[in-house]
């Protein structure tokens, strides 16, 4: 029933006079992709499915129950025929007050270890989708300010497109195969506002590129081999309010 809702929730209608619904581009798919790829956040199936109103309020993870919810749907409601139809037999029996009569799990994959493993895989955006986001913003299309790439692997050129996202507030391209080669175009992102190269192997030109980011507020670089030296761009920059640096 949330997963269904927060779905609803990513109805757009664009400059050329069509709408869309769900999409790996759409806000709540972005935090669920950064939940369960960087986060490996994973409720058992079982209390996941189960639970009811009053033992989801009372959960800790609430918060990351709905967006795990935005992500399995979005997934089963795209993957292939078969899941959607067993989605859609699922939400019809939910609706009607009947008991769970079909199993989504088997949709991912034979067993619940293999399952999750399919989910994060089905999270990472791949490069052919990368170039599909690059090309509608190129078309004039709704601008797109949140991007979630967490264990993406791009080829240099597939990375380079990223200058064109210009309207990005929000970038996370932790746990990525960038590099200070492939990273050159980040000072075009003017309006960035949270980035996150969390477990990337960024070097000096990086971090200068990046203490010049007009707009910068949260800096994550978690993992980053990094000196007290390159720190130093930092100093005048005074827009960055939280800085991440956990090793």
């Not at 000072?187 to 070097?203: F, M, Q, W, Y």
């Amino acid at each position: 029933l949330e997963g269904i809702a927060l779905y609803m929730e990513s109805l757009q209608e664009h400059p050329s006079g069509y709408y869309t619904v769900g999409g790996i581009d759409s806000p709540r798919v972005q935090t669920a992709r950064y939940r369960g790829v960087r986060d490996g956040f994973w409720p058992s199936w079982t209390s996941f499915t189960i639970g009811g109103i009053s033992a989801w309020k009372s959960d800790p993870n609430l918060a990351r129950l709905y967006t795990h919810a935005s992500g399995i749907t979005q997934i089963l409601l795209h993957k292939s025929d078969a899941s959607r139809a067993a989605f859609m037999e699922q939400l019809t029996t939910v609706y009607s007050g009947r008991n769970e009569s079909a199993t989504l799990l088997s949709q991912l994959a034979p067993n619940e270890k293999a399952a999750r493993e399919a989910y994060v895989d089905e999270l990472i955006v791949k490069e052919s989708q990368l170039l599909q986001i690059v090309a509608a913003q190129k078309k004039g299309e709704s601008p797109i300010r949140e991007l979630v790439l967490c264990g993406s692997d791009f080829s240099d050129a597939a990375w380079g497109e990223l200058r064109h996202l210009s309207n990005l507030e929000w970038l996370d391209i932790s746990f990525s195969n960038v590099s200070d080669q492939t990273l050159e175009w980040l000072p075009k992102l003017k309006k960035l506002e949270r980035l996150s190269v969390e477990g990337t192997a960024i070097g000096t030109s990086t971090l200068e590129s990046i203490a010049k980011l007009p707009k910068l507020n949260e800096l994550d670089l978690s993992g980053c081999r990094i000196i007290d030296a390159q720190l130093e761009p930092f100093r005048e920059n005074a827009s960055i309010e939280t800085l991440w640096l956990p090793q």
